[in-house]
């Protein structure tokens, strides 16, 4: 079996890469390390770093020589621009990545006949939900840029399946975290943030009061089911979900007993929350305290039961688990860089 990854060099892609290549499948790594590190792809028994091609996945020539005449027969979308508040200050970069490079793959994908594309797609699309748990049908338009793009990615996944009888299937990730999570970019997830200053001794600031809740998925729970997804044809949305979802200060209060520590946490007004991009909050329309205090304070829960009833899966390690291997990963790493 011939797999292609973009985004290889990222949290979740280079641990799919590492899953994949222990069943001993053929991959094509590719990254334009925009986010993307290369400490990501050195694993206990495998290093990538020799393989991963440096490509931009809009680059239509250069995906179309990888593909062509090569028998691909999966192609792992995972390459994205995640973090919200960088798609919201560059909006057209976030649509030509998200949208416009994940077309570059569907088209490619057709001429070259691969088997099926499999989208990391994101449950941030469920921002307005007022009902809960979130199923993958009927939910109401996202308003935040990240989303809209991931949004209007799987409008084309179904047309190209509908219009070309090609397979796609979209998963939309809760809030994933596992080892790789990027504890040092601008605004980093919220486990790796948590994590980070609790490492460094220092008062974390949470926004609002903490008792927002969240679902989330493990990333090795997440890899499972994206390859168990290999099965399966048309086009299909799949919630990826452990179906439990944990607030702000619930977390924190498992990380500081894993980690020994006793530090209260600080709480920041909701109008601070992006204030590392000073854009957002300049100009003559700057971004509404509204629709700040709604994303910091959104409830997450998606429902499971199409991942679980279709493909066969259960999400296996619960949050305390997780918790600590993350911690044990992160902690080791920021001993290596205070080295
Ligand atoms: N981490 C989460 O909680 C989460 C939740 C929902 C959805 N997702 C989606 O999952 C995917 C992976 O997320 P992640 O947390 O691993 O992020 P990440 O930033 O660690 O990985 C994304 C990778 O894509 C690469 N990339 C970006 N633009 C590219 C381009 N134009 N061409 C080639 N490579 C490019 C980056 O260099 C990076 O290595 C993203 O698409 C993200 O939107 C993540």
Partial sequence: MKVMITGAAGFIGSQLAYALWKKGVELI???NFSYGKVDNLEFSEHSFVDEIIKMDIRDNEGIAKLLEGKDVDYIYN???IAPLPDCQLDPVEAISVNLNGFVNLLENGRKYGVKKIIQASTNAMYENETEFPTFENNFKQP?????NTKYCAERFAQSYCDTYGMNVTCLRFANVYGPHIDCLRKQPPFVAYMIRELYYGRTPVFHS???QRRDYIYVDDLVRLAI??????GFDCVNVSSNMNYSVNEMYDIAQKIMGKNIAAEYASDAHYWEKYPGLYEGAYPIKNEILNHE?????LC???HAKEKYGWQPEVGMEEGLRRVIENECELLSKLGE
Avoid: R, W
């Avoid at 308003?143 to 989303?147: A, M």
């Avoid at 168990?228 to 044809?233: A, F, I, L, P, S």
């Avoid at 910091?296 to 997450?300: C, F, P, R, V």
């Fill in 296 to 300: 910091i304070n959104k409830y997450s």
């Fill in 228 to 233: 168990m997804v290999q099965k399966g044809d």
């Fill in 143 to 147: 308003t935040l840029i990240y989303p």
């Fill in 29 to 31: 790594l590719i990254d």
């Fill in 209 to 211: 009061d903490g008792t």
């Fill in 303 to 305: 429902d499971n039961s």
């Fill in 78 to 80: 995972i390459a994205g």
